[in-house]
C-alpha cells in the first residue's frame, strides 16, 4: 500500500523568508506522480506544484519549487519570498501513474503553515 | 466560471438519518471523487467515478453510498451505517486521458456534523 509521511504538523516563517516543508512516501511502483496542495482557511484545496516520476528536473512555479529525491522517496516543498497568503495547510499527494490508478491520491497528514509579518 | 459546487456548505444530521452532499461540475470533467477529512489524517478516498453509470469504492465506502447517472453530477449520501460521519467531505473531479487525469479541481467542502 502506499503511504505518505508528513513530518511536521506545524512550520512557521517570517515574511520574505524561505521554508522547505517535508514529504516522504512509500510506494513500490516507479511511475507515478507527486502533488503539493494548499488548503487555506477557505478550506478550497489548489494545486501547487506536481512532479512526474519519471522526469529528473525537480518541477517549480514561481516560489514554489520541489527537492524530489526519487532514491530517498523524498519530496521536499521549497517556498521562497514567503507571503502572507501563503499561511495555509499543505498537503503531499502521491498517485500511481497506471491507466486505471488516476484520481486516486494518497494524501499526508497535511502540515499547517504560519506566516509571520 | 467553470468550477465545482458542493452544498450545502454545513449540513448537521441526527443519529440514524441518512444525508445527501450534492456534487455539480461544470467543467466538463469525466471523473468524480469524493474525499473525506478528518483532523491528521489527510485526505482519504470515499467513491470514485470515471465514467458515468459506473463508480468505484475507495479506501473507507463503507456506511456511504453514490450514484452517477449524470456526466456533471455525483451525490454522496451518509447512511446511518456509517459509524463517525462527523467530518469535511470534498468533492473533486479530473480529466480523463494519462496526462491530466492525476490533476484534480476540488470544490470547496461541505461539513457534515452528527448531533
Known amino acids: 500500500a502506499q503511504t505518505v509521511t508528513q513530518s511536521q504538523p506545524e512550520m512557521s516563517v517570517q515574511e520574505a523568508e524561505t521554508v522547505t516543508l517535508s514529504c516522504t512516501y512509500d510506494t513500490s511502483e516507479s511511475d507515478y506522480y507527486l502533488f503539493w496542495y494548499k488548503q487555506p482557511p477557505s478550506r478550497q484545496m489548489i494545486l501547487v506544484i506536481r512532479?512526474?516520476?519519471?522526469?529528473?528536473q525537480n518541477a517549480t512555479e514561481n516560489r514554489f519549487s520541489v527537492n524530489f529525491q526519487k532514491a530517498a522517496k523524498s519530496f521536499s516543498l521549497k517556498i521562497s519570498d514567503s507571503q502572507l497568503g501563503d499561511a495555509a495547510m499543505y498537503f503531499c499527494a502521491h498517485v500511481y501513474a497506471g491507466g486505471t490508478s488516476y484520481g486516486k491520491l494518497t494524501f499526508g497528514q497535511g502540515t499547517i503553515l504560519t506566516v509571520h509579518p | 466560471d467553470g468550477g465545482i459546487t458542493q452544498s450545502p456548505k454545513y449540513l448537521f444530521r441526527k443519529e440514524g438519518q441518512n444525508v445527501t452532499l450534492s456534487c455539480e461540475q461544470n467543467l466538463n470533467h469525466d471523473a468524480m471523487y469524493w474525499y473525506r477529512q478528518d483532523p491528521g489524517q489527510g485526505l482519504r478516498l470515499i467513491y470514485y467515478s470515471q465514467i458515468v453509470n459506473d463508480f468505484q469504492k475507495g479506501d473507507i465506502a463503507e456506511g456511504y453510498s453514490v450514484s452517477r447517472e449524470k456526466k456533471e453530477s455525483f451525490p454522496l449520501t451518509v447512511t446511518s451505517a456509517q459509524k463517525n460521519p462527523t467530518a469535511f467531505y470534498l468533492c473533486a473531479s479530473s480529466i480523463r486521458g494519462l496526462s491530466g487525469a492525476n490533476v484534480l479541481t476540488f470544490g470547496a467542502g461541505s461539513r457534515l456534523t452528527v448531533l
Open positions: 512532479q512526474e516520476a519519471y522526469k529528473q
